[in-house]
């Protein structure tokens, strides 16, 4: 069980397009989700905390225009890099919570690369 | 000051060896406290979750917390080569995860 999942989980770009990147939660249902970032042989940053229903908060930082996040039901949120950038190239990775845990299970992670 | 530390590494064990890795946290009012393990490239695996004082065991692996200390440890026995990762302590604060540095363990055959 608690089982993440993300699409794609690889994505090259050109830079100034926009990049959508799903997260579901295939057996439970997600009450938060959250967004991280990980650049090489760096620790997880964390980008957003969604809940389903409501506006992403947003760590400070990470700018809330360029990178939009929707959750638009308790098993999906997506993020989408608008414009992106080379500097926008990382390693994007996804947790949920279910309800009445903390335990964040984390999805595969989308490997992002802008050209 | 960091809110999540943890020893630092790497930490090289022989197979079949112990595997010991010490995480202190600053919150004193921390309740969930969790061991996640990353592989390179992969995203983070939870291995042990924990949230009473005291051991809490999961086949090869044993957890540790005393918030008294403010201090969690994770222990890996019988250390496999598959078991090369790096380690990431992590402690709840406001719903939110906080992650230690991470340490890369590397079992040698």
């Known amino acids: 069980g608690a089982v993440v999942s993300q699409h794609p989980s690889w994505v090259i770009c050109k830079s100034g397009t926009s990049v959508k990147i799903e997260c579901r939660s295939l057996d439970f249902q997600a009450t938060t989700m959250f967004w991280y970032r990980q650049f090489p042989k760096q620790s997880l940053m964390l980008m957003a905390t969604s809940n389903e229903g409501s506006k992403a908060t947003y760590e400070q930082g990470v700018e809330k225009d360029k990178f939009l996040i929707n959750h638009a039901s308790l098993t999906l949120s997506t993020l989408t890099v608008t414009s992106a950038h080379p500097e926008d190239s990382s390693f994007y990775i996804c947790?949920?919570?279910?309800?009445?845990?903390?335990?964040?299970?984390f999805g595969p992670g989308t490997r992002l690369t802008v050209l | 000051q960091k809110e999540v530390e943890q020893n630092s590494g790497p930490l090289s064990v022989p197979e079949g060896a112990i595997a010991s890795l010490n995480c202190t946290y600053s919150d004193r009012g921390s309740q969930s406290f969790f061991w996640y393990r990353q592989y390179s490239g992969k995203s983070p695996e939870l291995i042990m979750f924990i949230y009473s004082n005291g051991d809490k065991e999961d086949g090869r692996f044993t957890a540790q917390l005393n918030k008294a200390s403010q201090y969690v440890s994770l222990l890996i026995r019988d250390s496999q080569p598959s078991d090369s990762a790096t380690y990431l302590c992590?402690?709840?604060?406001?719903?939110?995860?906080?992650f230690g540095a991470g340490t890369t363990v590397t079992v040698r055959a």
């Open positions: 947790s949920a919570t279910g309800t009445s845990t903390d335990t964040q299970y």
């Open positions: 992590a402690v709840v604060n406001d719903y939110k995860l906080s």
